[in-house]
């Protein structure tokens, strides 16, 4: 019998962070479309040569072709162009809320979580408040309060989801705080803090992740929501929801609502897959 | 019933009177922060003409020149005996004004409702049935993909095909039936991929416990296996993801009525927000969170009669099965 | 030993009736991944057979091949003949009516083996059903029958309960009694009492040996435990990785094994070689006859808990002392008080009365802060090395963290001091930058144990530190712990239910049930000669192997007998 116990036994993870990764080809074509989709918002002007402000009125309400992707509005400016300009609006203000929603529903989940007791009981409430109103009612009433422009829908949008952060943050830390290899880093001399920081917080934050870039999915559909309503940035600025809801009254042309609605799907639908397969390999 | 359920029925109980209650004054401070005096942008506001003394008599009768804490006082105890105020707009009672337009939208909820319960045990149920090779990826793609449409997107699909270019319905008369049913199924869709993705999972999950096996090793067949073994189990952690469901259900019908151009709670909501009508704002915000609260603890009383599973221990439900977690699933796949 | 197996004269001579079950060229692969290789064998009618192995070995998967339950994504190929027809290559139209029917299975873990929404009166009507009875009172009548027949005590309020209101024991005996009900040629066993305590553990397999023979039914039995398979089967299959190693009639395959790997496996099994560490344990040098202070002084501890209202007494006035450099084994089955033990003596829990101390130091009633200078010389090794370690750190992080802690020398000194831990438990340097996920439930248990040893610590407690692993795995890592105590003078508390096991490590034990201790003593004096009832029947539970104290022949019995008490 050998004391030296055999070294190849599942040598899984030992080649870095990608060995253990098998990418399935829809993840694949997901992060391509998200890598596109951040690229339109950083640089968009290198994706189209058209303005998304001033339109050519000899060449309005065109259908797609090779010259007008997705065709060409009442204005006649090229629908593509002012997809891609508006993405970075789209794009960013999905990202705060999802700051918004990760930072402080992640406190308060992390702080109830592990102190319990009274702390516990009042933020327990606090969530439950924020959860009973509908959420999109609370984008609304919060995005009324600060006023209707695209950064503010992003808040109010973050606002509405720290309660889901909060209460799978507090649900996580709570299943992490009881684990076993918690209570043996207490044996091993670790003080509360520091076992918070370097135990329960990368444990806890492991299902979070998916968790953020599902949000990150929801957040653009808030903010569409709430830009097709009116709630954000006015004309002419192109945000995809502010794209549909202008094309609606254009239904005769329904491109003018069919590329941006493709566009703000495909991305969503990559993002949510994105977080199925983190979910998976977790 | 026993003695552990009356206690834990009486501490949820206790639990949604506090939180209809800490909701009422959340949304009393959101809308009570709005930049700028909503007296002088509203009742100033030339378009409404209103004459100066109107303006006071308005003032007096809203208390709004008192104390912020006296006004929250006075709101807070209105609501509780049922007066949910004045319109500062139209100077009528808030109540009025909702119930008015509240038959159109409990129409077309329940009907949303109904279609995604519908919908998702077809799909959900249709997995178990389907083939691999006969199209089951399609049933399990439905809730991915319906989550990632936003609703108002679904509409204007439904009313460019049906409307459009069937003729089947025009928005113009948006009360008619088909009309109706289209913005139910509209409504209902994203709510529907919420249900069909918890469903699919938890059948997934059953299907997959020893119990399953161990029946199919007495000769159970498949059908009879989602028949008599899997549907219940599975379907049961269901009740308490409709209940959660019904906040997407009003927040959804904000935007459903907006697109099929209907008169309800929405459009109600639509003209307050761009008048900035904040007594009927919290009356509504604060009616969505006491529905939203009532259901739920319905279904939070309902639960543990109906599965034998969950047992009530010193006054908390303690679930052996993972029926808290879907419930927690559920929130996580959530559509605006 | 009571056990009632047939071991008929007629079993020592080939029969010429074909096999009721033959089995050639069996593989099964997992998404193109290949689990089970090309695996034979024969089970003739009434006979039994034990399918040998441990995790990984392909025994379940080869039992699930046989029913065809196998799960999505997996394939079975080769013939499984069974009555004279190849299973296999039936559609699963054909093949639907012989599961129950003519083919029984009893699951391993009989917590999950029931519906837990339904009672368990209407999935016993599932089984009922298949003796093709058309009257439901009848049915009715065969289930309770059948519940009284595998001692039940009360079969009405069986079949009115739900399954989350019995106990594992009782569950299994129902799930026992379903697939003997339609009365099936075959009975398909997948490690039946693994999930049950050492006292069931040999209730239930002598339920199934007695019905096998009652019923004349052909047995196949899967099991990790190679005395239990040779108690009680006539044919043993040692499988692993999913290769056949050795095969043949259990009195030979078992006395005198052929195979590297069937020696290994019988030289590892604890209740096999009692006597198997005697030197590693007793080395002259390191007897601590009396004269010296204990290392730990439990004096009349006891702990109550409250739940749901109603006080249980955990933990009832236990004492015990530990002298420096031994073993003391807390042997007793799940309740019985041994887990909460330990949690007071590591300061984990507040004792309600009693004393405690290690090493001369107080460990009741003190704060955190001052618990810490307690744990610098008192570890813990936990039983389940799959929960106990950090999965987000490395290896290294995780050996490192008590010296890092409790600010032993200086970093250099530390690094070498993880170095030293880990060559200790004879774990390789190329792990350090692993992470648990990456390494086998040995190697994870080894990691712990190095945790625990890098404080240089005199007292380690065992909380069942190798019941999640395999026994070869096991061997290993007892040998670990003795040759460390050996090197070291360390003393271990080892908390354990397996008694083979502890006569084979430990120096004193004490025997608890129910929060009480029942008996302790020195190991051999216990082993020999128990006092208690309870003690006796722990004994009788350990598998010895060996069937030739058995009658040859056994009347055969009309029904079972119900003098069994309820599990």
Same mark, same amino acid.
């Given at each position: 019998?050998?004391?030296?116990?055999?070294?190849?036994?599942?040598?899984?993870?030992?080649?870095?962070?990608?060995?253990?990764?098998?990418?399935?080809?829809?993840?694949?074509?997901?992060?391509?479309?998200?890598?596109?989709?951040?690229?339109?918002?950083?640089?968009?002007?290198?994706?189209?040569?058209?303005?998304?402000?001033?339109?050519?009125?000899?060449?309005?309400?065109?259908?797609?072709?090779?010259?007008?992707?997705?065709?060409?509005?009442?204005?006649?400016?090229?629908?593509?162009?002012?997809?891609?300009?508006?993405?970075?609006?789209?794009?960013?203000?999905?990202?705060?809320?999802?700051?918004?929603?990760?930072?402080?529903?992640?406190?308060?989940?992390?702080?109830?979580?592990?102190?319990?007791?009274?702390?516990?009981?009042?933020?327990?409430?606090?969530?439950?408040?924020?959860?009973?109103?509908?959420?999109?009612?609370?984008?609304?009433?919060?995005?009324?309060?600060?006023?209707?422009?695209?950064?503010?829908?992003?808040?109010?949008?973050?606002?509405?989801?720290?309660?889901?952060?909060?209460?799978?943050?507090?649900?996580?830390?709570?299943?992490?705080?009881?684990?076993?290899?918690?209570?043996?880093?207490?044996?091993?001399?670790?003080?509360?803090?520091?076992?918070?920081?370097?135990?329960?917080?990368?444990?806890?934050?492991?299902?979070?992740?998916?968790?953020?870039?599902?949000?990150?999915?929801?957040?653009?559909?808030?903010?569409?929501?709430?830009?097709?309503?009116?709630?954000?940035?006015?004309?002419?600025?192109?945000?995809?929801?502010?794209?549909?809801?202008?094309?609606?009254?254009?239904?005769?042309?329904?491109?003018?609502?069919?590329?941006?609605?493709?566009?703000?799907?495909?991305?969503?639908?990559?993002?949510?897959?994105?977080?199925?397969?983190?979910?998976?390999?977790? | 019933?026993?003695?552990?359920?009356?206690?834990?029925?009486?501490?949820?109980?206790?639990?949604?009177?506090?939180?209809?209650?800490?909701?009422?004054?959340?949304?009393?401070?959101?809308?009570?922060?709005?930049?700028?005096?909503?007296?002088?942008?509203?009742?100033?506001?030339?378009?409404?003409?209103?004459?100066?003394?109107?303006?006071?008599?308005?003032?007096?009768?809203?208390?709004?020149?008192?104390?912020?804490?006296?006004?929250?006082?006075?709101?807070?105890?209105?609501?509780?005996?049922?007066?949910?105020?004045?319109?500062?707009?139209?100077?009528?009672?808030?109540?009025?004004?909702?119930?008015?337009?509240?038959?159109?939208?409990?129409?077309?909820?329940?009907?949303?409702?109904?279609?995604?319960?519908?919908?998702?045990?077809?799909?959900?149920?249709?997995?178990?049935?389907?083939?691999?090779?006969?199209?089951?990826?399609?049933?399990?793609?439905?809730?991915?993909?319906?989550?990632?449409?936003?609703?108002?997107?679904?509409?204007?699909?439904?009313?460019?095909?049906?409307?459009?270019?069937?003729?089947?319905?025009?928005?113009?008369?948006?009360?008619?039936?088909?009309?109706?049913?289209?913005?139910?199924?509209?409504?209902?869709?994203?709510?529907?991929?919420?249900?069909?993705?918890?469903?699919?999972?938890?059948?997934?999950?059953?299907?997959?416990?020893?119990?399953?096996?161990?029946?199919?090793?007495?000769?159970?067949?498949?059908?009879?296996?989602?028949?008599?073994?899997?549907?219940?189990?599975?379907?049961?952690?269901?009740?308490?993801?409709?209940?959660?469901?019904?906040?997407?259900?009003?927040?959804?019908?904000?935007?459903?009525?907006?697109?099929?151009?209907?008169?309800?709670?929405?459009?109600?909501?639509?003209?307050?927000?761009?008048?900035?009508?904040?007594?009927?704002?919290?009356?509504?915000?604060?009616?969505?969170?006491?529905?939203?609260?009532?259901?739920?603890?319905?279904?939070?009383?309902?639960?543990?009669?109906?599965?034998?599973?969950?047992?009530?221990?010193?006054?908390?439900?303690?679930?052996?099965?993972?029926?808290?977690?879907?419930?927690?699933?559920?929130?996580?796949?959530?559509?605006? | 030993?009571?056990?009632?197996?047939?071991?008929?004269?007629?079993?020592?001579?080939?029969?010429?009736?074909?096999?009721?079950?033959?089995?050639?060229?069996?593989?099964?692969?997992?998404?193109?991944?290949?689990?089970?290789?090309?695996?034979?064998?024969?089970?003739?009618?009434?006979?039994?057979?034990?399918?040998?192995?441990?995790?990984?070995?392909?025994?379940?998967?080869?039992?699930?091949?046989?029913?065809?339950?196998?799960?999505?994504?997996?394939?079975?190929?080769?013939?499984?003949?069974?009555?004279?027809?190849?299973?296999?290559?039936?559609?699963?139209?054909?093949?639907?009516?012989?599961?129950?029917?003519?083919?029984?299975?009893?699951?391993?873990?009989?917590?999950?083996?029931?519906?837990?929404?339904?009672?368990?009166?209407?999935?016993?009507?599932?089984?009922?059903?298949?003796?093709?009875?058309?009257?439901?009172?009848?049915?009715?009548?065969?289930?309770?029958?059948?519940?009284?027949?595998?001692?039940?005590?009360?079969?009405?309020?069986?079949?009115?309960?739900?399954?989350?209101?019995?106990?594992?024991?009782? /569950? !299994?005996?129902? &799930?026992?009694?379903?697939?003997? @009900?339609?009365?099936?040629? =075959?009975?398909? $066993?997948? +490690?039946? %009492?693994?999930?049950?305590?050492?006292?069931?553990?040999?209730?239930?397999?002598?339920?199934?040996?007695? /019905? !096998?023979?009652? &019923?004349?039914?052909?047995?196949? @039995?899967?099991?990790?435990? =190679?005395?239990? $398979?040779? +108690?009680? %089967?006539?044919?043993?299959?040692?499988?692993?990785?999913?290769?056949?190693?050795?095969?043949?009639?259990?009195?030979?395959?078992?006395?005198?094994?052929?195979?590297?790997?069937?020696?290994?496996?019988?030289?590892?099994?604890?209740?096999?070689?009692?006597?198997?560490?005697?030197?590693?344990?007793?080395?002259?040098?390191?007897?601590?006859?009396?004269?010296?202070?204990?290392?730990?002084?439990?004096?009349?501890?006891?702990?109550?808990?409250?739940?749901?209202?109603?006080?249980?007494?955990?933990?009832?006035?236990?004492?015990?002392?530990?002298?420096?450099?031994?073993?003391?084994?807390?042997?007793?089955?799940?309740?019985?008080?041994?887990?909460?033990?330990?949690?007071?003596?590591?300061?984990?829990?507040?004792?309600?009365?009693?004393?405690?101390?290690?090493?001369?130091?107080?460990?009741?009633?003190?704060?955190?802060?001052?618990?810490?200078?307690?744990?610098?010389?008192?570890?813990?090794?936990?039983?389940?090395?799959?929960?106990?370690?950090?999965?987000?750190?490395?290896?290294?992080?995780?050996?490192?963290?008590?010296?890092?802690?409790?600010?032993?020398?200086?970093?250099?000194?530390?690094?070498?001091?993880?170095?030293?831990?880990?060559?200790?438990?004879?774990?390789?340097?190329?792990?350090?930058?692993?992470?648990?996920?990456?390494?086998?439930?040995?190697?994870?248990?080894?990691?712990?144990?190095?945790?625990?040893?890098?404080?240089?610590?005199?007292?380690?407690?065992?909380?069942?530190?190798?019941?999640?692993?395999?026994?070869?795995?096991?061997?290993?890592?007892?040998?670990?712990?003795?040759?460390?105590?050996?090197?070291?003078?360390?003393?271990?508390?080892?908390?354990?239910?397996?008694?083979?096991?502890?006569?084979?490590?430990?120096?004193?034990?004490?025997?608890?049930?129910?929060?009480?201790?029942?008996?302790?003593?020195?190991?051999?004096?216990?082993?020999?000669?128990?006092?208690?009832?309870?003690?006796?029947?722990?004994?009788?539970?350990?598998?010895?192997?060996?069937?030739?104290?058995?009658?040859?022949?056994?009347?055969?019995?009309?029904?079972?007998?119900?003098?069994?008490?309820?599990?």
């Amino acid at each position: 019998m050998s004391f030296v116990s055999n070294a190849r036994s599942r040598s899984l993870g030992s080649g870095g962070l990608l060995a253990g990764f098998h990418v399935p080809a829809t993840v694949a074509l997901s992060l391509l479309i998200v890598a596109i989709v951040l690229a339109w918002s950083v640089l968009p002007g290198l994706f189209t040569s058209y303005s998304p402000v001033v339109g050519v009125p000899a060449d309005k309400l065109l259908g797609p072709s090779a010259l007008h992707w997705f065709g060409t509005d009442h204005l006649g400016r090229d629908v593509y162009a002012r997809v891609v300009y508006g993405t970075a609006s789209s794009v960013s203000s999905a990202l705060i809320a999802v700051v918004i929603g990760v930072v402080v529903g992640g406190l308060i989940g992390l702080i109830s979580g592990f102190l319990g007791g009274w702390v516990d009981v009042v933020f327990a409430r606090l969530v439950d408040v924020l959860l009973a109103i509908p959420k999109f009612l609370l984008a609304v009433i919060v995005v009324t309060a600060i006023g209707f422009e695209t950064i503010n829908a992003a808040i109010a949008t973050g606002v509405s989801a720290v309660a889901i952060f909060a209460r799978v943050t507090r649900a996580e830390v709570i299943k992490t705080r009881q684990a076993t290899f918690v209570e043996a880093a207490y044996l091993s001399g670790g003080s509360r803090w520091f076992i918070l920081w370097r135990h329960v917080l990368p444990n806890a934050s492991r299902s979070v992740l998916p968790l953020a870039v599902l949000q990150f999915g929801e957040s653009i559909l808030v903010i569409a929501s709430l830009a097709f309503l009116g709630y954000g940035d006015p004309p002419p600025a192109s945000d995809w929801g502010l794209l549909i809801s202008i094309g609606k009254d254009y239904l005769k042309w329904p491109w003018l609502v069919y590329a941006p609605a493709f566009v703000t799907i495909l991305t969503v639908l990559s993002v949510n897959r994105i977080s199925r397969w983190l979910r998976k390999t977790d | 019933m026993s003695n552990a359920y009356l206690t834990y029925a009486a501490k949820r109980l206790g639990q949604a009177v506090v939180v209809i209650l800490l909701a009422y004054i959340f949304t009393f401070v959101v809308v009570s922060i709005l930049p700028g005096d909503p007296v002088t942008s509203v009742l100033r506001n030339p378009q409404n003409g209103f004459t100066e003394e109107e303006i006071a008599e308005i003032i007096a009768a809203q208390g709004l020149d008192k104390p912020i804490i006296v006004q929250l006082w006075n709101a807070l105890s209105g609501f509780l005996t049922g007066d949910l105020g004045m319109s500062m707009r139209s100077n009528r009672p808030v109540s009025t004004l909702i119930a008015e337009v509240l038959p159109s939208t409990l129409i077309l909820a329940s009907a949303g409702l109904a279609v995604a319960l519908v919908l998702a045990m077809l799909v959900a149920y249709g997995t178990r049935f389907v083939p691999k090779k006969y199209g089951q990826g399609l049933l399990r793609g439905f809730p991915s993909l319906f989550l990632s449409v936003p609703n108002f997107v679904i509409g204007l699909m439904l009313i460019h095909i049906f409307g459009f270019q069937l003729g089947l319905f025009r928005v113009i008369n948006p009360d008619s039936f088909w009309a109706t049913l289209f913005a139910a199924i509209a409504l209902g869709i994203p709510v529907s991929a919420q249900i069909a993705e918890v469903l699919i999972a938890n059948l997934d999950r059953e299907a997959e416990q020893e119990y399953a096996a161990v029946a199919r090793s007495r000769g159970i067949g498949q059908a009879r296996l989602f028949a008599t073994h899997l549907l219940k189990p599975a379907s049961l952690p269901v009740v308490t993801v409709v209940a959660l469901t019904i906040g997407e259900l009003l927040g959804g019908s904000l935007i459903t009525e907006t697109v099929f151009g209907r008169t309800g709670i929405g459009s109600l909501v639509q003209r307050s927000v761009s008048t900035q009508d904040l007594p009927v704002l919290q009356a509504v915000v604060s009616l969505g969170a006491v529905v939203f609260v009532l259901v739920n603890l319905i279904a939070d009383l309902l639960y543990p009669l109906l599965d034998p599973r969950v047992k009530i221990i010193g006054g908390r439900k303690r679930s052996p099965t993972t029926a808290d977690e879907t419930a927690i699933g559920a929130t996580k796949a959530v559509t605006p | 030993m009571a056990s009632q197996d047939r071991l008929t004269p007629t079993l020592l001579h080939p029969t010429t009736t074909a096999p009721l079950l033959k089995v050639r060229n069996l593989s099964v692969s997992y998404d193109r991944q290949e689990v089970v290789h090309d695996v034979g064998f024969e089970l003739g009618r009434g006979k039994s057979l034990a399918l040998i192995g441990e995790s990984g070995s392909g025994k379940s998967t080869i039992a699930r091949a046989l029913l065809r339950l196998l799960p999505g994504g997996a394939a079975a190929s080769g013939h499984v003949e069974f009555g004279g027809q190849d299973v296999l290559a039936l559609p699963e139209r054909r093949f639907r009516p012989l599961r129950g029917r003519a083919i029984g299975f009893v699951p391993q873990d009989p917590g999950n083996a029931l519906n837990p929404v339904r009672k368990i009166g209407v999935q016993a009507m599932e089984a009922a059903a298949l003796t093709g009875e058309t009257d439901a009172a009848i049915r009715k009548a065969l289930i309770l029958e059948t519940f009284a027949q595998v001692g039940l005590d009360n079969p009405q309020r069986v079949y009115d309960s739900y399954p989350h209101q019995l106990s594992g024991g009782m /569950l !299994q005996r129902v &799930l026992i009694g379903l697939a003997v @009900l339609p009365r099936p040629a =075959l009975l398909v $066993a997948d +490690e039946p %009492t693994s999930a049950l305590d050492v006292t069931i553990q040999k209730r239930i397999l002598d339920l199934l040996s007695r /019905l !096998q023979q009652d &019923l004349d039914i052909s047995l196949l @039995l899967i099991t990790h435990d =190679l005395a239990i $398979a040779a +108690e009680r %089967t006539d044919g043993l299959v040692v499988l692993k990785n999913g290769s056949v190693q050795e095969a043949g009639r259990t009195s030979a395959v078992f006395s005198s094994p052929a195979s590297a790997y069937a020696r290994k496996l019988h030289a590892d099994v604890p209740a096999l070689n009692p006597d198997r560490y005697v030197k590693l344990r007793d080395p002259s040098l390191h007897r601590h006859e009396g004269g010296q202070a204990p290392k730990i002084e439990v004096s009349a501890v006891t702990k109550t808990f409250a739940v749901d209202g109603k006080v249980l007494t955990a933990v009832d006035n236990v004492s015990f002392t530990v002298p420096a450099g031994t073993t003391h084994a807390l042997v007793g089955e799940s309740g019985s008080g041994k887990t909460t033990t330990i949690r007071l003596l590591l300061g984990l829990d507040e004792p309600d009365s009693g004393k405690i101390s290690v090493a001369g130091e107080r460990v009741s009633g003190r704060s955190q802060q001052s618990l810490r200078s307690v744990w610098r010389h008192l570890q813990l090794v936990y039983q389940n090395p799959f929960t106990s370690l950090d999965p987000t750190w490395t290896v290294e992080r995780l050996v490192r963290e008590p010296v890092d802690r409790f600010r032993i020398g200086t970093p250099l000194e530390r690094s070498e001091q993880v170095r030293e831990a880990l060559a200790n438990v004879g774990l390789g340097e190329h792990l350090l930058t692993r992470k648990p996920g990456a390494l086998s439930g040995g190697q994870r248990q080894r990691v712990a144990i190095a945790r625990s040893l890098v404080l240089k610590p005199d007292v380690i407690v065992l909380d069942e530190p190798t019941s999640a692993l395999d026994v070869s795995v096991q061997a290993d890592i007892v040998e670990v712990l003795l040759t460390l105590q050996a090197r070291l003078g360390l003393t271990y508390i080892f908390v354990s239910h397996d008694l083979a096991l502890v006569r084979q490590l430990a120096h004193t034990v004490s025997v608890m049930r129910r929060g009480s201790v029942v008996e302790q003593g020195s190991v051999a004096d216990i082993f020999e000669n128990p006092q208690h009832a309870y003690t006796a029947s722990l004994l009788e539970s350990i598998p010895s192997g060996i069937s030739a104290t058995r009658p040859l022949v056994q009347p055969k019995q009309r029904r079972v007998a119900r003098q069994e008490q309820i599990a």
